[in-house]
């Protein structure tokens, strides 16, 4: 079974600063990766996804990340973030011929000016 | 408007009580989801639906129940028998195209008096 480890719980960082999200994953198969992002008392947004193909996915909002099969890993960037930004991020994993979502434990971004 | 809807959006149980929250989506697809989200855990999935009529219990089915009677409805019961039941609930769906990609509501947020 595949599983989803976010290694940072908690993120804070000043406005127009850059942020990383770490997000490694175990599968002995091939996955599919996504981050959502989930804004207070709100439902999940798609971010971006990997499917296969170019390891840089680009996303909304100015995210992007890059899928590395080495190290099993599918960090989250940003080079400059805004206040509205502020949000819970959610890494996840899917077996290409399942589509069941395993779900990261959840990195709190919290932007300050 | 396409989208999934949830209600209501604050429901109150009371112990022994069993209660139902709603999921509709207008977006013609087959596959429809139910996560609970508890703080510092993710999201956790409680059963899926492939098809009308046909639904697998996920990793916490336990003191939980559904129906698939209809493709754009998917109402989770949370029984008498759930004994934690408060959590944050989301519904997803998924279809054909981008069948990977998970869509989520807007969540039902479950209290227990």
């Known amino acids: 079974a595949q599983s989803v480890t976010q290694l940072d719980s908690q993120v804070p960082v000043f406005e127009e600063a850059p942020v990383e999200l770490r997000c490694n994953y175990s599968s002995s198969v091939s996955v599919y990766l996504f981050w959502y992002v989930q804004y207070p008392n709100q439902g999940l947004q798609l971010l971006l996804k990997?499917?296969?193909?170019?390891?840089l996915v680009k996303g909304i909002n100015g995210f992007e990340a890059e899928f590395n099969k080495s190290q099993t890993s599918f960090h989250l960037r940003k080079p400059s973030v805004h206040i509205s930004d502020t949000a819970e991020y959610f890494c996840a994993v899917s077996l290409p011929n399942d589509y069941k979502l395993s779900f990261g434990a959840g990195t709190t971004v919290t932007v300050r000016a | 408007d396409g989208g999934i809807t949830q209600s209501p959006k604050y429901l109150f149980r009371k112990e022994g009580q069993n209660v139902t929250l709603s999921c509709e989506q207008n977006?013609?697809?087959?596959?429809m989801y139910w996560y609970r989200q508890d703080p510092g855990q993710g999201l956790r999935l409680i059963y899926y639906?492939?098809?009308?009529?046909?639904?697998q219990k996920g990793d916490i089915a336990e003191g939980y129940s559904v129906s698939r009677e209809k493709k754009e409805s998917f109402p989770l019961t949370v029984t008498s028998a759930q004994k934690n039941p408060t959590a944050f609930y989301l519904c997803a769906s998924r279809g054909e195209v981008l069948q990977e990609t998970q869509y989520f509501g807007p969540g039902t947020r479950l209290l227990v008096l």
């Open positions: 977006l013609n697809h087959d596959a």
């Open positions: 990997y499917l296969s193909g170019s390891t």
């Open positions: 639906s492939q098809i009308v009529n046909d639904f």
